[in-house]
């Protein structure tokens, strides 16, 4: 059983940063592809970025590119999103996933965290 716990979020006035961790419990996630998706207010879960089984490969969703960074340690089993720039509509619950493929829809990931609230005030 695989276990993702999220932590880091919450309230930042726009231009402010905040770094999102998660960290995977049950088995190692060195073959798995690790994501974070974001749901804002009334709206469906979104793509932010995914980085593959090694770290060296990442794909971000256009607008964050250039403000957030996802990295991983498969030596700790985590994964982060580092965050620069927030703009008020990047408040969401953030999601971390894991699945075995690098795509970008959330049916394909297999795992899920329970969520953090990024909050971006302006």
């Known amino acids: 059983q695989v276990e993702l716990v999220e932590s880091g979020g919450g309230l930042v006035q726009a231009g402010g940063s905040l770094r999102l961790s998660c960290a995977a419990h049950?088995?190692?996630?060195?073959?798995?592809?690790m994501a974070w998706f974001r749901q804002p207010p009334g709206k469906e879960r979104e793509f932010v970025a995914f980085v593959s089984f090694s770290g060296i490969n990442t794909y971000y969703e256009d607008s964050v590119k250039g403000r957030f960074t996802i990295s991983r340690d498969n030596a700790k089993n985590k994964v982060y999103l580092q965050m620069n720039s927030l703009k008020p509509d990047d408040t969401a619950i953030y999601y971390c996933a894991a699945g075995g493929r690098p795509v970008l829809i959330p049916r394909a990931y297999d795992y899920w965290g329970q969520g953090a609230q990024v909050t971006v005030s302006s």
């Open positions: 049950g088995e190692p996630m060195s073959n798995q592809v």
